[in-house]
């Protein structure tokens, strides 16, 4: 088997690297956390605009970084890896943060201004469930 060398072992791992550089992917990263979003959930996280959260998800799918399900009309994305967020913890330190600073802001919570089906449940009425 033929050894790799160094700049062939660099290329490899700056790719995912150079996928969540940017602050607004990481803040993606962060807000999809160990679960699921869907893209009105991020809008309502980040307070961003639907398109500029998609362009910044289609570079995340397209470096494996995220995989995603459709639900009806929600698409939910999650990370392919914890690794990621553990990397993104991990950083902290190196800019001046607290792992735990950036652990309090992983994605726990639903938001009442999203309407997917994870944050706003359908309410099934009572007398809905009556018998005629």
């Known amino acids: 088997m033929k050894k790799s060398s160094i700049p062939d072992l660099s290329e490899k791992l700056a790719a995912p690297l150079q996928a969540i550089a940017s602050p607004q992917r990481i803040a993606i990263l962060l807000a999809i956390g160990k679960g699921e979003a869907c893209v009105c959930h991020l809008e309502s996280a980040l307070g961003w605009r639907q398109a500029y959260i998609s362009q910044h998800l289609m570079t995340l799918r397209k470096a494996d970084i995220l995989q995603d399900r459709r639900e009806g009309r929600y698409v939910y994305y ?55």
């Open 78 to 132: 999650r990370l392919k890896t914890a690794s990621y967020l553990d990397l993104i913890l991990d950083s902290a330190p190196l800019s001046g943060l607290s792992a735990e600073t950036v652990s309090a802001v992983i994605n726990t919570k639903t938001y009442p201004t999203c309407e997917c089906p994870h944050c706003t449940p359908a309410v099934i009425t009572v007398e809905s469930l009556k018998l005629v």
